[in-house]
């Protein structure tokens, strides 16, 4: 997957515990209630060499997305940070995303935990549309962080915020994608992967 400027970053500060983070965002029966790209995720199992491979979907009004992928996390590192690195793919033609990879990374600091994702995809309806598509990808990936940081700091289940919250402007407390860092700090949205996402395929 080549296009450093392309790959989409996201970071947002969660002022939480991080073993908390790390089971909302790790345990599959939890992440899709936050994050507004899975409607549904099935793990397969763990191979041999520590990989776990899933299902997931992503339901639509009139068509359902199925593909598969593969995760390694890493929980304990000599810094004290966390990573997970993913790669995922789906024979559906209808899916503006036909496959790619990213990384999350889990960065404790005094005042909570930087939670960074980075990731590039192939664009499944080609590169023109992609150019209106991307945009919204990392509008989705954005609001969904700041959803996921609101039920880790306060308790407040994600459901109290469906994707039509985004029209009651006058709500205080509301997801915004807003408070979420989009441009990366360093060379590329990727320059912050771990060299687990390498033993991915």
């Given at each position: 997957?080549?296009?450093?400027?392309?790959?989409?970053?996201?970071?947002?500060?969660?002022?939480?515990?991080?073993?908390?983070l790390?089971?909302?965002?790790?345990?599959?029966?939890?992440?899709p209630?936050?994050?507004?790209?899975?409607?549904?995720?099935e793990?397969?199992?763990?191979?041999a060499e520590?990989?776990?491979?899933?299902?997931?979907?992503?339901?639509?009004?009139?068509?359902?997305?199925?593909?598969?992928?593969v995760?390694?996390?890493?929980r304990?590192?000599?810094?004290?940070?966390?990573?997970?690195?993913?790669?995922?793919a789906?024979?559906?033609?209808?899916?503006?995303?036909?496959?790619?990879?990213?990384y999350?990374?889990?960065?404790?600091?005094p005042?909570g935990?930087?939670?960074?994702?980075?990731?590039?995809?192939?664009?499944?309806?080609?590169?023109?549309?992609?150019?209106?598509?991307?945009?919204?990808v990392?509008?989705?990936?954005?609001?969904?962080?700041?959803?996921?940081?609101?039920?880790?700091?306060?308790?407040?289940?994600?459901?109290r915020?469906?994707?039509?919250?985004?029209?009651?402007?006058?709500?205080?407390?509301?997801?915004?994608?807003?408070?979420?860092?989009?441009?990366?700090?360093?060379?590329?949205?990727?320059?912050?992967a771990?060299?687990?996402?390498?033993?991915?395929?």
């Amino acid at each position: 997957m080549n296009g450093r400027s392309r790959a989409l970053y996201v970071e947002t500060l969660v002022r939480a515990d991080i073993d908390d983070l790390w089971r909302l965002t790790q345990d599959p029966s939890l992440h899709p209630r936050w994050d507004l790209r899975f409607s549904a995720i099935e793990p397969l199992g763990v191979d041999a060499e520590g990989r776990s491979r899933f299902r997931y979907e992503r339901r639509l009004p009139l068509h359902r997305i199925v593909g598969t992928g593969v995760s390694i996390g890493e929980r304990t590192r000599p810094d004290g940070t966390r990573t997970s690195a993913l790669a995922f793919a789906t024979e559906d033609r209808l899916s503006p995303l036909a496959g790619g990879r990213g990384y999350w990374r889990y960065v404790p600091t005094p005042d909570g935990v930087r939670f960074i994702t980075g990731y590039d995809y192939v664009p499944g309806f080609g590169r023109l549309p992609d150019v209106v598509l991307r945009p919204l990808v990392h509008w989705m990936t954005a609001w969904s962080f700041d959803r996921l940081r609101i039920w880790a700091e306060t308790g407040v289940p994600p459901e109290r915020w469906p994707l039509v919250s985004v029209l009651a402007w006058w709500k205080a407390g509301r997801p915004r994608a807003t408070r979420c860092r989009v441009r990366s700090p360093r060379e590329g949205a990727m320059a912050g992967a771990p060299a687990t996402l390498e033993r991915l395929t």
